[in-house]
């Protein structure tokens, strides 16, 4: 049964939902603790990321079905943990500071730049030794999981820097409050109609690599990163289309009950 691609398709998609509904629960609900608080929800995911890095290293040599399943999910529990660190404010950059109005647009990129800078610095990091290590393996789908999230992340903040009509607060956690003042909100940016078509190929591309693998673990794995990637495409899409996305996670993150003070302005840039 799990190695039906519609079925490994829909694995990807439960697993987006509820693992992204999992992690803001994890940081909203450490808002109230404090700083301590979301410093031990990183302390207590480290098995997470210590469970992913062994799994990882486990599927290189599998190329089973079995094994696609592992490498998928061991590059998410790298990532989650990753996020995590990030959403809770302890692996973020030097900058934690609103963006005055008025800053130049070079001071602006600077300031962005130094909100995410030992973020992104560490998933470089980890995205290079991951296809360092998968260069010979028979199975490189958690690096190729990875680097899906990791450009689509980078093409996601891209977008913000440029505008984008839609950008979701909603669930942002109190350790990075700061982060709105660095985006921008706009009808639409030259960046998106790239992105757009570049995941739309990427879209193509693996499925094109399911419809001819020849091994049952090929077949899953490349329905794996097509499921994920169109993923990506839809988040981008939901930066311009006023749909109620917020509504899919609102089971594990209750609705405020006060309004959020408004902190996105038309002049603002981010990264």
Same mark, same amino acid.
């Given at each position: 049964?799990?190695?039906?691609?519609?079925?490994?398709?829909?694995?990807?998609?439960?697993?987006?939902?509820?693992?992204?509904?999992?992690?803001?629960?994890?940081?909203?609900?450490?808002?109230?603790?404090?700083?301590?608080?979301?410093?031990?929800?990183?302390?207590?995911?480290?098995?997470?990321?210590?469970?992913?890095?062994?799994?990882?290293?486990?599927?290189?040599?599998?190329?089973?079905?079995?094994?696609?399943?592992?490498?998928?999910?061991?590059?998410?529990?790298?990532?989650?943990?990753?996020?995590?660190?990030?959403?809770?404010?302890?692996?973020?950059?030097?900058?934690?500071?609103?963006?005055?109005i008025g800053t130049p647009p070079w001071e602006r990129f600077i300031r962005a730049w130094g909100t995410i800078a030992y973020h992104e610095i560490?998933?470089?990091?980890?995205?290079?030794?991951?296809?360092?290590?998968?260069?010979?393996?028979?199975?490189?789908?958690? #690096?190729?999981?990875?680097?899906?999230?990791?450009?689509?992340?980078?093409?996601?903040?891209?977008?913000?820097?440029?505008?984008?009509?839609?950008?979701?607060?909603?669930?942002?956690?109190?350790?990075?409050?700061?982060?709105?003042?660095?985006?921008? *909100?706009?009808?639409?940016?030259?960046?998106?109609?790239?992105?757009?078509?570049?995941?739309?190929?990427?879209?193509?591309?693996?499925?094109?690599?399911?419809?001819?693998?020849?091994?049952?673990?090929?077949?899953?794995?490349? #329905?794996?990163?097509?499921?994920?990637?169109?993923?990506?495409?839809?988040?981008?899409?939901?930066?311009?289309?006023?749909?109620?996305?917020?509504?899919?996670?609102?089971?594990?993150?209750?609705?405020?009950? *006060?309004?959020?003070?408004?902190?996105?302005?038309?002049?603002?840039?981010?990264?």
């Open positions: 049964m799990f190695a039906n691609p519609w079925i490994a398709a829909l694995i990807a998609l439960f697993i987006w939902w509820f693992s992204t509904g999992a992690i803001l629960w994890v940081v909203k609900g450490a808002d109230g603790r404090g700083r301590d608080g979301h410093l031990w929800s990183v302390l207590l995911g480290l098995p997470l990321l210590l469970g992913g890095v062994f799994g990882m290293a486990t599927s290189f040599a599998d190329a089973s079905v079995a094994g696609a399943y592992l490498a998928f999910f061991s590059a998410l529990a790298i990532w989650g943990w990753i996020e995590i660190a990030f959403l809770s404010g302890i692996i973020t950059g030097p900058n934690r500071y609103a963006c005055p560490l998933l470089v990091l980890v995205l290079g030794l991951m296809l360092w290590l998968a260069r010979d393996a028979a199975n490189p789908f958690a #690096a190729w999981t990875f680097g899906v999230l990791f450009f689509a992340r980078i093409s996601a903040k891209l977008n913000l820097f440029f505008g984008v009509p839609r950008i979701n607060i909603e669930f942002l956690p109190e350790p990075l409050a700061h982060l709105p003042s660095h985006f921008r *909100t706009a009808k639409i940016n030259p960046i998106f109609p790239v992105s757009i078509t570049a995941l739309s190929f990427a879209v193509a591309c693996w499925l094109e690599r399911l419809l001819v693998g020849a091994a049952p673990g090929e077949i899953v794995g490349f #329905a794996l990163l097509t499921s994920l990637t169109a993923l990506a495409l839809l988040e981008h899409w939901l930066m311009v289309l006023p749909l109620p996305d917020a509504k899919l996670w609102r089971w594990m993150i209750p609705a405020p009950k *006060t309004t959020p003070k408004r902190l996105l302005r038309e002049d603002g840039h981010g990264l």
